[in-house]
Nanobody, 120 residues
């Protein structure tokens, strides 16, 4: 079993930055792919970014060039650096982990989510 706990969400003005963190515990997560999804009320959960076990990353088109995913295996952490935030980035952001690719998914494990609100 893997437990995921997100932190770092909050309220920020458009154009600002936030850094989300996700702490993994439980089974050794080095073999897992980890990443981030987001969800607005009434909408489906949207893929944001993924960190592969081999160090590769993949970022969704809607945030490419603005968001960067990184990972620290020694600390069992994955991060999402969000720059140039827009009001449409407002959502609950979820950390995810899986023994396979997060896309098409679904991931094996989810965090509880952290709210990100971008004001215009």
């Amino acid at each position: 079993q893997v437990q995921l706990v997100e932190s770092g969400g909050g309220l920020v003005q458009a154009g600002g930055s936030l850094r989300l963190s996700c702490a993994a515990s439980g089974r050794t997560f080095r073999i897992y792919n980890m990443g981030w999804f987001r969800q607005e009320p009434g909408q489906e959960r949207e893929f944001v970014a993924q960190s592969f076990w081999n160090g590769g990353t993949y970022t969704g088109d809607s945030v490419k060039g603005r968001f960067t995913i990184s990972r620290d295996n020694a600390k069992n952490m994955v991060y999402l650096q969000m720059n140039s935030l827009k009001p449409e980035d407002t959502a609950v952001y979820y950390c995810a982990a899986s023994s396979r690719s997060l896309r098409p998914g679904p991931p094996d494990y989810w965090g509880q989510g952290t709210q990100v609100t971008v004001s215009s």
